[in-house]
């Protein structure tokens, strides 16, 4: 599988990141494990989690994911340099802490450290901004992290285009690293950073691997009707948004572009995030074999001109 740069980080990720907030919620250990043993095969070997997944269950601490990933790295003795590991912090944990203070980041750290059971983070973003804490504290606690070897590289998640610039301008000036990538959301029911961030990203060379790459689902073809948010558990949260005539028009773009390529809609999907300019790779998760598959699809098929232009003009 044809590796891309992410940013200047040094590090390379497939065409297709596994996002990791399943594992532990929807998917139980026993799948977690098959899920991540498929991505190796496969050659996705980026797996994208963070220590808030899945506080949002009842029940849950915080951790879920990372726990899962831990235990089947426990258990594959040798995978580790195979696999790249990519998590977040700053986020509320519920009794635990928030926030990006130094304080705060060292000990986020030292618990995904300790549930991964690894020495050393590849990717560690900053989940959302802090503006409470001073955006030099922030970098500085990341820059010990770095010197300390437990972190490879840094990247940030939901920050505005502003605030992000303003931190890649201070660690020019004081030489502090960097944000090497920038996790967003972005999908064809959702393409608002084209106007601000995508563009800053492309001129700094910070990598982007998009989140909600499938709009929670909506994008996979599954959801057709009112009747159909029943399907899964996000489905009246976040997927019911996406019920418009813009939503259904998309859905047969995707319908069309999918039978003329052979291949689901889901993959026509992230394909058509992997054409766009300055798109390093989008982040997806599966809950089965089957779904994994299709998304694996994505990174072997390259979407035409009459394909994008389809595309572009429905979800624009």
């Not at 269950?57 to 899962?68: L, R």
């Not at 009747?227 to 019920?243: E, N, Q, T, Y």
């Not at 766009?276 to 599966?286: L, M, V």
């Amino acid at each position: 599988m044809q590796m891309r740069a992410l940013g200047r980080s040094g590090l390379s990720v497939p065409p297709v990141i596994f996002g990791g907030n399943v594992f532990g919620w929807t998917a139980d250990q026993a799948m977690s494990f098959r899920l991540l043993d498929d991505c190796v095969e496969r050659g996705l070997v980026a797996i994208d989690t963070a220590d808030v997944y899945s506080t949002w269950v009842p029940g849950h601490a915080g951790g879920e994911s990372e726990s899962a990933i831990g235990a089947w790295l426990k258990a594959r003795p040798g995978v580790r340099d195979r696999v790249l590991i990519l998590t977040k912090c700053g986020m509320e944990i519920p009794g635990q802490g928030k926030g990006l203070s130094p304080a705060w980041i060292a000990t986020a750290c030292e618990a995904s450290l300790k549930r991964l059971g690894i020495e050393r983070i590849d990717l560690y973003q900053a989940h959302k901004d802090d503006e409470a804490t001073p955006l030099a504290d922030t970098l500085g606690a990341f820059q010990r992290l770095i010197e300390a070897g437990k972190v490879r590289a840094i990247g940030s998640s939901n920050y505005t285009a502003a605030r992000l610039k303003a931190a890649l301008d201070l660690s020019s000036a004081q030489g502090l690293p960097r944000f090497e990538s920038h996790q967003p959301v972005y999908n064809l029911m959702d393409r608002g950073i084209e106007a601000d961030l995508l563009p800053l990203c492309r001129a700094e060379q910070v990598g982007v691997i998009t989140y909600s790459a499938l709009a929670s689902g909506f994008l996979t073809g599954k959801y057709r009707g009112e009747g159909d948010l029943a399907k899964s558990v996000r489905g009246p949260r976040s997927v019911a948004k996406h019920m418009t005539p813009k939503g259904m028009g998309v859905l047969a773009a995707l319908d069309a572009v999918a039978a003329r390529r052979g291949i689901g809609p889901a993959a026509v999907a992230l394909a058509w995030q992997l054409a766009r300019p300055g798109i390093t790779a989008p982040i997806a998760s599966a809950t089965s074999p089957e779904q994994l598959a299709e998304l694996a699809q994505a990174a072997e098929v390259a979407l035409g001109a009459e394909d994008m232009a389809e595309l572009d003009a429905a979800s624009a």
